[in-house]
């Protein structure tokens, strides 16, 4: 039990007079100063030693700490962590190791430690766990190049007044990011030219996931969503996944890596775009190869992966429909004659060939490759 606090060492004098008096059994003298017999011979034996002077408390802190940080792995933290402010303990770590082989580096917490002490870390407010929602079925990317991610970050201005709007590209399964492009504007064409560049370079993915804004999906088209990105992309034989309206976690990260982007690249804004560039190239390249990832193994993107095997066609193959079905081909309007009468199909399928099949009667499906831009009543010749 404790000493009263009211003079520790005063108490402890007493206790030792007393013992000297011999007046009690140790038994009874240390029931009558409230402590145990192993507490009572500890002071004694201190008292003997050192007198007075060993009856004060002593540091209970460790002369040696294994998990201590010496100055110099201190300062290449320090060095680190000012040099990639957004980078966690963990990156910082993994960073650190291969460039520092001669440093006997801590574990990610003890790191971690060290950042909050110098006010290098803002606690973040903990979040509230939420119920899981049930979500649509996105493939699962197990191998690189079967989903690419696209989105715009928000547009910003550069210091010259002009907007900015960056066009992210991402491998979903690697992380990798190919491709961070400021656009002046969100109009497809931008958007083609980039992508178009990529394909060139790495070949084509299986299925490219966006969200429902305009370029990716046309407006007033939710139900089939063709896009003249989309009609291009579907006669490439690349899929299009559409993440739920309003929900971008399902596309989360994408959202994750936007936010350090913005962070490292945005705040202040370049002169001009195309000082803004010179920014997102250096910071993509940083990402890909030096940047640890953590859902990677503490590896960069870049040692993850490789270009795609399907190259970029330099003529793009026609639709093949089967022998069943009536083809037209969709005029400048976006209309076809079908039975002497003119329907609407789309505008965005202007001079594309589409396939009707007749899956009721009076009832024509209308398909451009495997999308079905919808139903064709006989009765009224309108498209549902």
């Known amino acids: 039990m404790p000493w009263r606090q009211s003079d520790a060492v005063n108490e402890r004098l007493q206790f030792v007079a007393a ?25 004694l034996a201190r008292y003997a030693q050192e007198g007075v002077r060993g009856l004060e408390e002593r540091s209970h802190a460790p002369k040696h700490s294994p998990h201590r940080i ?10 680190a962590r000012r040099a990639h402010p957004s980078w966690g303990p963990k990156k910082l770590v993994a960073w650190l190791a291969p460039r520092r082989p001669d440093l006997v580096l801590p574990a990610a917490s003890t790191a971690g430690t060290l950042l909050v002490r110098h006010g290098l870390v803002t606690p973040r ?47 979903v399964c690697t992380r990798y990011l190919l491709g961070v492009t400021g656009l002046d504007s969100t109009a497809g064409a ?26 990716f999906v046309a407006p007033h088209t939710q139900h089939h969503g063709l896009s003249k990105l989309r009609v291009w992309w579907t006669k490439l034989g690349i899929a299009h996944e559409r993440i739920s309206p309003g929900r971008p976690d399902q596309n989360g990260r994408h959202e994750r890596m936007h936010k350090t982007l913005k ?82 199909v789309s505008e965005t ?31 009224t010749f309108r498209l549902s």
């Open 349 to 379: 399928l202007a001079q594309e060939d589409v396939a009707l099949e007749e899956v009721e009667d009076g009832i024509w499906a209308v398909w451009f490759y495997d999308v079905e831009v919808g139903r064709l009543d006989e009765r």
């Open 125 to 171: 407010r903990r979040r509230v766990r939420r119920s899981p929602v049930a979500r649509p079925p996105l493939r699962s990317a197990t191998a690189a190049n079967q989903v690419w991610s696209l989105d715009f970050k928000g547009e910003f201005r550069t210091r010259d007044g002009q907007l900015c709007y960056p066009l992210t590209v991402q491998d």
């Open 263 to 344: 962070a490292e690249t945005a705040r202040p804004p370049a002169a001009d775009r195309t000082a803004q560039q010179t920014r997102f190239d250096a910071w993509r390249r940083e990402y890909n190869e030096e940047r640890p990832h953590e859902a990677l193994g503490q590896v960069p993107p870049g040692s993850k992966y490789p270009p795609s095997q399907s190259p970029y066609p330099e003529q793009l193959p026609g639709p093949e429909y089967p022998g069943h079905c009536e083809v037209r081909r969709v005029r400048g309007g976006g209309e076809i004659s079908f039975h002497q009468r003119n329907v609407f």
């Open 19 to 43: 013992h000297q008096a011999e007046l009690y059994s140790m038994t009874e003298l240390c029931e009558r100063f409230g402590i145990s017999r192993k507490n009572g011979y500890k002071w």
């Open 190 to 215: 931008g958007v083609r030219g980039t992508l178009e560049a990529l394909f060139r370079e790495r070949g084509l993915p299986e299925a490219i996931r966006s969200d429902n804004g305009v370029p």
């Open 70 to 79: 010496s100055a110099e792995v201190e300062a290449a933290l320090l060095e």
